[in-house]
């Protein structure tokens, strides 16, 4: 069983469009996160929801919207995607946000044309 | 906010051993260690919380000065299959900030 799974895996779509991102993960886990890895590697956190609550929204463009319609969901939906939102897009979950390991999802690969 | 790791790449050879840095210029509560292979997800490795507290793999070993803000970790007798980029990620002291920041990695690779 797959722990993290995010779907889906690749997207390719034109400058302007919105999409979405889902992901779920079946460990039980109060926290879930979603970090964007740029082409250079660096991982940055976006958002983290602790128990469906929004924790940390960090200084992301007001186009991306997380959503956790419950504690083992989180799904990220972007409108009006720009060539910059080019980049892999990770979910992890963790038991608690207070310094316990985080589980990442395989990622979802996106390229805006 | 950033940690700084250093080195950037580094190259062994099977059976060598490498230490990673990871230094902040801010007080730490904790430094978590993840490797990532190429294409894949980032793989949790090891936690060292203030105080002294360490959660992970019993066979990787690191350090967590908290004066200095520095932590190293410390990988011996490398296999092939270490080889991957080390993040070193930061959990500010002081609140719930319960954030992770990520440094900029290190390369490693490991040669037969």
């Known amino acids: 069983d797959t722990a993290v799974s995010q779907t889906p895996k690749y997207l390719v779509t034109q400058m302007g469009n919105d999409k979405s991102i889902k992901c779920e993960q079946n460990l039980g886990h109060d926290t879930m996160y979603w970090y964007k890895q740029d082409s250079k590697k660096f991982l940055k956190i976006m958002f983290s929801?602790?128990?469906?609550?929004?924790?940390i929204n960090e200084t992301v463009p007001n186009r991306f919207s997380p959503k956790s319609p419950d504690k083992a969901h989180l799904n990220l939906h972007i409108n009006s995607l720009e060539l910059g939102d080019s980049a892999v897009y990770f979910c992890?979950?963790?038991?608690?946000?207070?310094?316990?390991?985080?589980?990442f999802g395989p990622g979802t690969r996106l390229t805006v044309t | 906010q950033q940690p700084v790791q250093s080195p950037q790449a580094v190259i062994l050879r099977e059976g060598e051993d490498a230490v990673i840095n990871c230094s902040s210029s801010?007080?730490?509560?904790?430094v978590h260690w993840y490797r990532q292979k190429h294409g894949e997800a980032p793989v949790f490795l090891m936690i060292l919380l203030k105080g002294g507290e360490q959660k992970g793999h019993e066979k990787i070993s690191a350090s967590f000065n908290e004066k200095k803000q520095q932590s190293s970790l410390y990988l011996t007798a490398s296999q092939l299959s270490y080889s991957g980029t080390y993040f070193c990620g930061t959990e500010l002291a002081g609140g719930s900030n319960y954030k992770l920041t990520f440094g900029k990695g290190t390369l490693l690779t490991v040669n037969p």
């Open positions: 929801y602790n128990n469906k609550e929004l924790i």
């Open positions: 992890a979950s963790s038991q608690d946000p207070a310094s316990y390991e985080q589980y």
């Open positions: 801010k007080a730490l509560y904790s």
